[in-house]
């Protein structure tokens, strides 16, 4: 060191400690002045007689702090976002619309599936489709989805992996509004002690976890499609479609123009209270206004369900 402090000896030197303060070699590290304490009582430091002494121009930092007036204290959690809306017939089941950052499941039925998409969709919405099988655009768009805002991601060539479907799900929910995800039959995985494989396509409980928890930290709304998205963990709400009817079809004539659902949905939390509804589809067709030509409702099963991924 060009000037070496002398820090353990009681001598001080005022002209040296000067000099060497303006050409102090810190190049080992050893940073040994020391900076003014901004909480210090500043009139020691210009008392009579030393040899820096100034005018006091500013209290002690201190005493502002002391003096000041606490106001109140500033929210620490950001602002939520508005919940997504839902189509007036599936109000009823949910009647908050769709929270972002929630995690739902529809069970059954792809009509129901495209109903809770229409909603969303129709004021502006983006939304992706992971590991659904071909959907018709036709009846997206009348359920009320607009195709410009609906991607739909084509698997690997080698098809969905683990790896592969868990990362486009998680991309998907920084960007996009409503994610749709379809999990195989070997989606989610606990581990039993039994020592049973999950397969390729198998999503385990920590990863499930983990996108649920970036749903809800991107404002997103996670759909998830089938009979093992039941299993799935923190699911808030679950839809279901039971008791489908057909109108339109007359004695030998006539074309389907109308079906009914029974949509229940079932949840946790403030979702807790079972709700159930009726709804018609396509959507512009009330119970108030019956399907012409008028015929009796026929029961044709819910066929729309979509066999589960092996």
């Known amino acids: 060191m060009t000037a070496a402090l002398n820090l353990s000896s009681g001598a001080t030197n005022s002209g040296a400690t000067d000099e060497q303060a303006t050409h102090f070699d810190d190049t080992d590290g050893a940073y040994a002045i020391a900076e003014p304490d901004p909480f210090s009582d500043s009139s020691s430091q210009h008392a009579p007689g030393h040899r820096n002494a100034a005018p006091h121009r500013h209290p002690s930092l201190r005493v502002e702090l002391s003096t000041t007036p606490a106001g109140p204290i500033a929210a620490l959690s950001r602002q939520s976002l508005p919940p997504l809306p839902v189509l007036p017939g599936l109000e009823p089941v949910l009647p908050a619309g769709l ?80 994610v749709v995800a379809r999990p195989g039959r070997t989606a989610i995985y606990r581990a039993h002690g039994n020592g049973a494989s999950t397969g390729s396509t198998g999503i ?51 074309r389907i123009r109308a079906r009914r659902l029974t949509v229940s949905a079932t949840g946790k939390g403030r979702s807790a209270r079972p709700r159930t509804t009726e709804l018609w589809l396509p959507a512009d067709v009330q119970p108030s206004t019956p399907a012409t030509p008028a015929a009796p409702a026929t029961s044709l099963g819910n066929h729309d369900e979509l066999p589960e991924a092996g």
């Open 204 to 254: 385990n409980d920590g990863d499930a976890r983990r996108l649920t928890a970036r749903a809800r930290t991107k404002d997103a709304v996670l759909v998830l499609f089938g009979q093992q998205a039941a299993a799935w963990p923190a699911v808030e709400i679950q839809l279901s479609a039971q008791h489908s009817h057909w109108t339109g079809i007359g004695d030998g004539y006539g």
């Open 99 to 178: 929270r972002r950052g929630s995690t739902i499941a529809v069970t059954s039925s792809v009509s129901l599936l495209l109903a809770v998409l229409g909603g969303p969709s129709a004021r502006g919405a983006w939304t992706a489709m992971v590991g659904m099988p071909t959907i018709s655009a036709e009846a997206a768009d009348e359920a009320g989805i607009d195709l410009e805002r609906l991607a739909i991601i084509s698997p690997p060539e080698s098809g969905w992996t683990s790896a592969s479907w868990t990362t486009a799900v998680g991309a998907l929910l920084d960007a996009v509004d409503v």
